[in-house]
């Protein structure tokens, strides 16, 4: 958009971000006040909780369902992580060679990736679950980061090549005629501007893999392997007739945490990296 | 300052493409010289191998007498500004004029760095802008930047791959100049790809002419309007372009489509028994003869004009006559110009007179011009008939003076000045 906005235009936009902005977060903030609620108050059909508590939080922390949630959490992040980094290393070297050099079967590559992801995961999860179970991945951090891969791999492989593309390489050969060796004409023209666009993968990666509920569920047994999506399904209440609604609700709003702050803290570099593809390529 | 002397230079791509078939170039000490030709002459390829980003096939390449064939890019302290510039996104102005230098760890202090950067953006006119990102710069703004870190290194030569290409027409020519200037006051040696011949014939000291890889002449601006070596180097140089007339020769007499030509014996013998030649004549040779001393009339060939479209530039008129070709002539023609990336016009004559001329058009009008201008073609070598290299010779000893003189002045400037670059 160019120009500046007139009065007229300026009310409207307001009105449609607050629409949007408020049909996004109403979940996000009834789950937050849901976790302040005590379990007997769960049913008054109140919004904000009548009287204010942490007891959901305690338990999932410190106290009965500690071990089930913070082994999950354990997971999550581990699983994430490694899943995330391979993701990126493996779709780095596939986009530098999408980006950079010709090769037959290129193309033949970015449409395998993207069949791969928009294949249902569902449909594999059946398949998967035998197959693991059969040669010992079931329950395993392996035998989730492998179906994470095809997750993350398609979508970081489509980012990276989109952004590698549009880095002008010529600057590699300009700062070796500068004086610098091959080393150091990629670490101080290339990396600069690659680390952005990497940097954005690795968090939408991380992002995926994070949220992931079908693959966690199906895949695992114990708290050896299962993340906090799946774990959340196994809360209890403190007794059979008792929902355990306020413990899954602090537990979402614990695993949403990480997710936040790193949007916002990486927010314009996001946009940046998502939108520098399709806009300039 | 280094001489740069490229030995029988070949490239061969790996899909078996032959790029450069074998080019040999001796450059000076101090000398602008210009590679120019058509896209796909391999000008481009030769840049790039001289500076090391192009490995060289066979020959040999020897800056200041050694050989460097094998060097890797940094080895050879070569300063290259590219065509797109290749500016570095994320370092301000100063930084990508200081890149260079940082590089050479240890060897300069910080004092120094922003010492040399001031002298380079200084002379470049960046002062300025020097805390800029490339991205909020001009063209213009962007080229100097180029040039600026090609300037702060002690570089033993200056290459330039189509530096003005990107830029609009009235920059170009501002750029020009600076660069000429630039080249005389640092008096460094410098090799200049362009496939613009205004360009090539402005900033050369001597112009390379490449086609399909192959040098076709190397001369001073002046020898190459004057003497041309063959059609592709009489038709890549001078703008407009030079005109090209089927010639059939018929005893004593050269019947072109304008005008029958007598034949000096010198010529006679040099046409052998060629029946059908290409005469070329450039159109500043044509002169209207309504405005021709009556004494010089008889020593050319006037003859009568229809002339179809006129173009008054105010300083020159452009008058445009077409005419018949021969069909052997045509052809021939014809893959001239798919060879200078043209295309095949309907066939007409420029001729540039001068704009006090009276020429109407739709009007038949006496135009004059002198054979002994004229220069006649073998239609099958392209090769030129009336080459005269003694006169090329000379041209070019009269350059090379003006030159070093032109050098001296500027050393002897500095010094006077007490700054010294670097």
Known sequence: MTGTLTGRQRFWWAVITVLVLLWALFPVVSIF??????????????????????????????????????????????ISLIATAIAVVLATLAAYAIGRLDFPGKRLILTAALGVSIFP???????????????????????????????????????????????????????????????????????????????????????IAWNDFVYGISLTSTDRARPVPAALAFFTGASQFEEPTGAISAAAVVVTIPVVILVLLFQRQIVAGLTQGAVKG | MASITLKDIVKVYGDGYLAVK????DIAEGEFVILVGPSGCGKSTLLRMIVGLEDITSGDLLIDGE????????????????QNYALYPHLTVFENIAFPLRLERGQFTEEQIREKVRFAAETLELQDHLDRKPANLSGGQRQRVAMGRAIVRDARAFLFDEPLSNLDAKLRGQMRTEISRLQRSLGITTVYVTHDQTEAMTLGDRVAVLRKGELQQIASPRGLYEQPVNLFVAGFIGS?????????????????????????????????????????????????????????????????????????????????IPFETHPDVAAKLDELDRDLDGESMRTQLVAALSSE?????????????????MLVFDPETWENLTYNEAAVQALDEQNEQDRKAALERAAARLSAAGTTPG
Do not use: C
């Open chain 1, 33 to 78: 006040a849901t976790s302040f609620k005590l379990p007997s108050q769960l049913n008054l059909g109140l919004f904000w909780p009548k009287t204010w508590t942490t007891s959901n939080y305690e338990q999932i922390l410190v106290g009965d369902a500690k071990t089930l949630f913070l082994s999950a959490l354990r997971n999550s992040i581990g």
């Open chain 1, 121 to 207: 995961a569902i449909s594999i999860v059946t398949p998967l679950f035998n197959l693991w179970r059969n040669i010992g991945l079931y329950d395993t951090w392996l035998g989730l980061i492998i179906p994470y891969l095809s997750l993350t791999l398609p979508i970081s492989i489509w980012t990276l090549a989109a952004f590698f593309r549009q880095i002008p390489w010529e600057l590699e050969q300009a700062a070796q005629v500068d004086g610098a060796t091959s080393w150091q004409a990629f670490r101080k023209a290339i990396v600069p501007l690659a680390a952005p666009g990497v940097f954005t993968t690795a968090l939408i990666a991380f992002f």
């Open chain 2, 22 to 25: 074998g080019v040999s170039l």
């Open chain 2, 67 to 82: 050989r460097v064939n094998e060097e890797a890019p940094r080895k050879r302290r070569l300063a290259m500004v590219f």
């Open chain 2, 240 to 320: 407009p372009p030079m005109n090209f007339l089927p010639g059939e020769v018929e005893g004593d007499v050269l019947r072109l489509p304008i005008a029958d030509v007598p034949l000096t014996p010198e010529l006679r013998e040099r046409l052998a028994d060629r029946r059908l030649v290409i005469v070329g004549i450039r159109p500043d040779h044509f002169v209207d003869a309504a405005l021709l001393e009556e004494h010089k009339r008889d020593a050319g060939v006037t003859f009568d004009a229809v002339v179809d479209v006129i173009e008054w530039l105010g300083s020159e008129l452009y008058a445009y």
């Open chain 2, 357 to 373: 001329s009276r020429v109407r058009d739709g009007e038949s009008h006496p135009l004059w011009f002198d054979p002994a201008r």
